[in-house]
């Protein structure tokens, strides 16, 4: 009798788990594991924000509008990361999910350790949470925060602060679990972070570095390896790397940004990412214009009007644009260097 209760209740057991298991089993056959050192194919970071639209204002692009960006994108990269627990990012999921794309999505969101901005980090990760477990077989990480822990970030958060929102996230989902920031945190062997998060996202960017394009993937290169020994065994993925087609100030080589220059990197950090199993998200898939005239509006390989730049033009001859996709140093305002 023992025996045969045994026997029904291992069987309820299996009925209740197998589903799960099985699901979960297939999640990982279909989906990227970023927890294992491997090039997944070309990834790009992806804020879709046109000329009037603002994630500060909530302005969001529409669907239709990121219909248009994905079928875009989708030509070329199949890993795709986000910045927010937003409607912009439900939008994308949704887009990607009913036209069946075939698009795999990082979800990110936006965290900021400044004074009053508890209540928004709340919304941030509980959106997050819920998108993540709702389009469980689109959504192959989540990142809990960029550039949250690095020196010069302007919405710093404490260590102990990141761990607890990163723990918060990781006992609700059920995919891989990290943070992105810049490689002058992850070079510590001290970051805290590393022993919390599944696999480390690193940034890197050699415009920033006062670097020319001539040693741009020296330094790229020599940046991955200084946090691969940093935390030896531990999966890296670069998050973001990219260079600038035009620029404005003194924070960069004269005249460092130009759509050449673009290409050259994106080629060859393309080529390495490849060769070296560094699965490489390049910044970024279209320009900004919330972010202003100077460097930080100009990191697309298309324009915001979607129109290929240099580094696109010859997989895109659909895109091809009749003027400028960048500004001339020749015609631009004072400052621009």
């Known amino acids: 009798m023992r025996s045969a209760w045994m026997k029904m209740l291992l069987l309820c057991v ?32 992806y804020s879709g924000y046109r000329v009037g639209q603002n994630p500060d204002l909530k302005i969001y692009p529409s669907q239709a509008q990121v219909l ?8 070329n990269w199949k890993l795709v990361l986000l910045y927010g627990g ?26 900021d350790g400044r004074a009053g901005f508890e209540a928004k980090n709340a919304d941030q990760i ?19 925060g960029n550039e949250i822990l690095v020196s010069w970030s302007d919405h710093k958060l404490t260590e102990d602060k990141a761990i607890e929102y990163v723990e918060q996230v990781r006992n609700a989902v059920k995919c891989p679990v990290t943070v992105a920031d810049d490689f002058l ?7 805290k972070l590393a022993d919390h998060v599944d696999f480390i996202i690193l940034h890197t960017y050699p415009i920033w570095a006062h670097e020319d394009i001539d040693t741009a993937m020296s330094s790229t290169i020599r940046n991955y390896e200084i946090v691969r020994k940093a935390h030896p065994g531990k999966t890296i993925v670069i998050g973001e790397a990219g260079w600038a087609s035009y620029t404005v100030g003194d924070k960069h080589v004269p005249r460092a940004g130009d759509e050449v220059k673009q290409k050259r990197y994106y080629e060859e950090l393309n080529a390495w990412a490849k060769a070296s199993n560094v699965t490489t998200f390049y910044f970024e898939a279209f320009d900004e214009p919330w972010k202003g005239i100077g460097t930080e509006g100009h990191w697309g390989l298309f324009s915001a009007d979607r129109k290929a730049k240099l580094a696109m033009q010859g997989l895109y001859p659909e895109l091809m644009p009749t003027g400028p996709t960048s500004p001339s140093y020749d015609t631009a305002a004072p400052g621009a260097k």
């Open 14 to 45: 299996l009925a209740f788990c197998l589903p799960g298991w099985a699901q979960a089993a297939h999640l990982r056959k279909t989906n990227p594991d970023l927890t294992v050192q491997k090039w997944y194919g070309n990834a790009i970071d």
């Open 68 to 75: 248009e960006d994905m079928t875009i994108l989708k030509k």
């Open 86 to 111: 937003d409607k912009h990012s439900q939008d994308v999921l949704e887009v990607i999910q009913r036209n069946k794309l075939g698009i795999k999505i990082v979800l990110g969101l936006w965290l």
């Open 126 to 144: 509980a959106t997050a949470i819920r998108l993540a477990n709702q389009y469980k077989k689109i959504v192959v990480a989540v990142n809990v």
């Open 185 to 191: 945190y992850w070079r510590q062997p001290q970051a």
